[in-house]
């Protein structure tokens, strides 16, 4: 049985891949009610090793809900070391929509408990990594 792949991304030098996997991954979200991860990391163990950094450090993360924060929080501890963004999407009540303050607690109140739900699964993130974003308030990136 033969290993070799007919891969033309694997025929390419790897910082010509590394080029390829940043414009893959730079400024693409992923929400994460899809349990799946991008093809290219499962293509094969090659592509998995050299493509998992980029993705991770380069995608933004979606969360809604407590369920999904929850299973998010299972995440490989090296996996979520690189993280550079995590939005917690929730909806900006309607009494907000122009009061600034409102928006304000609404936000820190939805990041405390989505900060402690996170750590009270084990994960830990860098600082200014966790945002939360109101929908209908916000724009979503």
Not at 15 to 36: M, P
Not at 84 to 93: D, M
Request: proline share 3%.
């Amino acid at each position: 049985m033969s290993t070799r792949t007919d891969s033309r991304l694997q025929d390419l030098p790897r910082e010509i891949r590394d080029v390829k996997y940043e414009h893959l991954f730079a400024g693409s979200a992923f929400v994460t009610v899809r349990t799946e991860l991008p093809g290219i990391l499962l293509a094969c163990r090659q592509l998995h090793a050299e493509a998992t950094k980029p993705f991770y450090c380069l995608t933004a993360f979606q969360l809604c809900g407590v369920r999904q924060t929850k299973r998010f929080a299972r995440m490989q501890a090296d996996h979520s070391a690189l993280l550079t963004r995590l939005e917690y999407i929730t909806v900006a009540p309607e009494h907000t929509e122009k009061n600034v303050e409102a928006r304000d607690r609404v936000r820190d109140s939805a990041l405390s408990a989505v900060a402690r739900e996170l750590i009270v699964a084990g994960m830990t993130l860098q600082a200014g990594v966790l945002k939360v974003v109101l929908w209908g308030v916000d724009d979503l990136t």
